[in-house]
């Protein structure tokens, strides 16, 4: 069975920092691209990070970020693949929201598999 956990929410105050992290329990292939997404009340669920095999340098790991991550936060993950983090610094209130750990592959579109969340609170 697949697992993706994640853990490190909570809150913190405007400016504050926290650092989430995915356990994966699938053994990642090189097509898979594993992301960060969040939502908030009200709005649709949006990317803000994924990590990936660079496509023209396998043996270094391409990340790419939405606007509102770049400079913020930053993605990785361990040797194995199978821990991604999403370290994300100067929070604002619009980063509240509950955050999903992703690992999607760009060939299959059946595997596509999602964590539970952890929610994130930007406090004023």
């Known amino acids: 069975q697949v697992q993706l956990v994640e853990s490190g929410g909570g809150s913190v105050q405007v400016g504050g920092s926290l650092t989430l992290s995915c356990e994966i329990s699938?053994?990642?292939?090189?097509?898979?691209?594993t992301g960060w997404y969040r939502e908030a009340p009200g709005k649709q669920r949006e990317l803000v990070a994924t990590i990936a095999i660079d496509d023209d340098r396998p043996w270094i790991d391409a990340k790419k970020y939405s606007s509102f991550a770049r400079g913020r936060f930053t993605i990785s993950r361990n040797k194995n693949k199978d821990m991604v983090t999403l370290q994300m610094n100067n929070l604002k209130p619009d980063d509240s929201g509950m955050y999903y750990c992703?690992?999607?592959?760009?060939?299959?579109?059946?595997?596509?598999?999602w964590g539970q969340g952890t929610q994130v609170t930007v406090g004023v």
């Open positions: 992703n690992v999607k592959n760009t060939i299959l579109p059946s595997r596509d598999y």
């Open positions: 699938v053994n990642i292939l090189d097509s898979d691209v």
